[in-house]
């Protein structure tokens, strides 16, 4: 069974921090690439960002970018979200989700995903 637990989100004021991380288990990590998706209130899933199998290439939303760094350890089977400089407009549900790079596309995130709310 495919597994993938969120944690790591949290309240934070506007500019602030937070590192999110997804542990994997069930399938073969390393030959998936990755993405994290969010959703907002009352809105769909948005892909956040996506890397590739070995981490070497990474892909971002343009309302994200510079702001939001992508990272995996295969050693580890988890996959991390470092994210600065968070705006009030990033408040949603962080969702870590396999992937496949060449189309982008994503399959529907397993997990209950981690609250992120950003707030003064």
């Known amino acids: 069974?495919?597994?993938?637990?969120?944690?790591?989100?949290?309240?934070?004021q506007p500019?602030?921090?937070?590192?999110?991380?997804c542990a994997a288990s069930g399938f073969t990590f390393s030959t998936y690439a990755m993405s994290?998706?969010?959703?907002a209130p009352g809105k769909g899933?948005?892909?956040v960002s996506i890397i590739n199998r070995d981490g070497s290439i990474t892909r971002?939303?343009?309302?994200?970018?510079?702001?939001?760094?992508?990272?995996r350890d295969n050693a580890k089977n988890t996959l991390y979200l470092q994210m600065n400089s968070l705006k009030p407009?990033?408040?949603?549900?962080?969702?870590c989700a396999k992937a496949y790079f060449s189309s982008?596309?994503?399959?529907?995130?397993?997990?209950?995903g981690t609250q992120v709310t950003v707030s003064s």
Request: no cysteine; hydrophobic share 30%; net charge negative.
């Open 36 to 39: 994290w998706v969010r959703q």
């Open 45 to 47: 899933l948005d892909r």
């Open 60 to 71: 971002y939303a343009d309302s994200v970018k510079g702001r939001f760094t992508i990272s």
């Open 104 to 112: 982008g596309a994503y399959e529907t995130p397993p997990g209950q």
């Open 15 to 21: 500019g602030g921090s937070l590192r999110l991380s």
């Open 89 to 95: 407009e990033d408040t949603a549900v962080y969702y």
């Open 1 to 12: 069974e495919v597994q993938l637990v969120e944690s790591g989100g949290g309240l934070v």
